[in-house]
């Protein structure tokens, strides 16, 4: 099956280089049969990938350093991509797979742009297959084969980084085809509405299934590593973010030039960049050259090639965006104080938020090549992306209430006025009577800001009651997406300024007090599972009239001679009670055991508001109707 699964991607690649010559020449129906038969293809090499691991083949050298005949099929299933050379076979089989979905689907009534756009999409597949069968070949064989097989790594056997890969790559590769739209659309020297229609779809396809993986990736940091937090601007967390930030300013700069024809060129370089930052983070977790216990470590030569190819990419898009730019359209007049203008601030606002990450994720590498020793860490981000986030919230609101071309200051003033006079009051309350950091009430007063102010404009968009539910869905995409945005706002300061945290020793029998809650450790067992076996710890939890029991542990993993934490949660309606297991100590000539003990409020009102911007992201996907609307007045 390996062997066919190798013959497959090489047939693939040969496939992808043909849609890449044969659009690139315009024959849009065969580049097309092309593009989906380039999927099946890759989809047998794939299928042969996970076989291989179904079936315990440690005679390939990947099932051997990443499986184990132990291990649940789930995690054995996970395993094909849970490493270098199985990720970037799912790199590959995502990238053909947006190709051939869109031959399928893509109706622009433009062969010529549709056949250019699926031909550069078969060239990054050619350069994606080509690293793959030449510098991280997931087929090749040893000889002899091991008895047994060194395992997955015990910290991405967990049912959320299962799915999490899957997802990001979704997001990352997605915009691959963004980058194809807009060098096809570069070449034609149309980014005009009928462009900006396909690219929407194209881009929520992307933005959705990325929002879904960083927050999957968040989560399972937060419950599997055991330090309390759900966010630590990890440099493998910021390669995720970066290209989120330039997606999202993206879809903000696509509405422009559907509905106004208006931003062309800097839709088109927004396009371009949304897939240079992913083939960057790209880089940046598979190239060594920065420490994450989220990345894979690999070699610096296979990191030198991605870096060519990040280089290759990036220099022919941005040469093609300055030789054409200019050729493009620039759409209505509009002035700064309309909807164009609000649009324009929050999307230079996004691309220095992203690249104020970038700067705090490469720093450390710039000093180093100066001979310095830099550490940037969350203070940076703090002082840096913190500010900036801020004003993305207050102009949101200002984006979705003014008029395009021109908007209506003094009606927007009065309700605005409103929402200001609010908003101090809350800030007010909070640093008098309530009593938190001004810091922290600024954040939720802007948090309040975004949700009323959204719920307000659909309520001022509705006219009546009545019609709220007949809004095109677009509408209700936005306003959720914003919506969910100012949730997690309100979560994240709440988590952030409100969590206690807490180190307990305790012998057996003994309690601790944390957060109003009593903690009386029962007992600590040994347990083993399926491949790992534990030091397992049974706390009761009390406070008032609720009780509850807390089972953390610590694992141990002879194949990868490995141990993990598995933190124990107890969600009460305001907050997550949170222990993690830690070692076992001798204090006054006693054995005990030391638990990190933390209340996390609010917690869950950040991840829901994560998930309802993925879910508005998808509604965003919801087919309509494919004409093209004149430009709005």
Known sequence: MIELGHFAAFLALGLSLAQGIMGLRGERRLVGLIAVAAFGVMSLAFLSIIHAFVTSDFSVALVANNSHTLKPMVYKIAGAWGNHEGSMALWCIVTIGFGAVAAAFMKTDRPLFEARALGIQGLLATGALAYLLFASSPFLRIDPAPFQGVGLNPLLQDPALAIHPPMLYLGYVGYSFVFALAAAGLLEGRIDRVWAREARIWSLAAFAPLTIGIALGSYWAYYELGWGGWWFWDPVENASLMPWLIGAALLHSITVTEKRDGFAAWTALLAVLSFLFSILGAFLVRSGVLTSVHAFAVDPERGTLLL?????????????????????????????????????????????????????????????????TISVGEPYFNLTFVPILALILILLPIVQAWAWGKADVKGWLRWAAGGAGLVALFVLLGVGPMNIPVGAAFGLALGLWLVFGSLWELKRRAITPGRVFKLPRRVWSMTLAHVGIGLFVIGAVVETTGRYESTLALAQGDTGTVAGWELTLDEVRSIEGPNWYADGALLTARKGSQMTTLEPSKRYYPAARMPTTETAIHKTGTGDLYAALGEQRNVDGQTRWVFRVYFNPMIDLLYAGVALIGFAALLGLWPTSRKVKPAEA
């Open 308 to 372: 060519i190819g990040l280089l290759t990419y990036g220099g022919f898009a941005l040469g093609l965006f300055a030789w054409r730019a200019p050729k493009l359209e620039g759409g209505r007049p509009w002035t700064l104080i309309s909807r164009e203008g609000a649009l324009m601030a929050n999307n230079i606002v996004l691309i220095v938020a992203a690249l104020t990450v970038l700067l705090g994720t490469l720093f450390p590498l710039i000093a180093e090549a100066f001979g310095r």
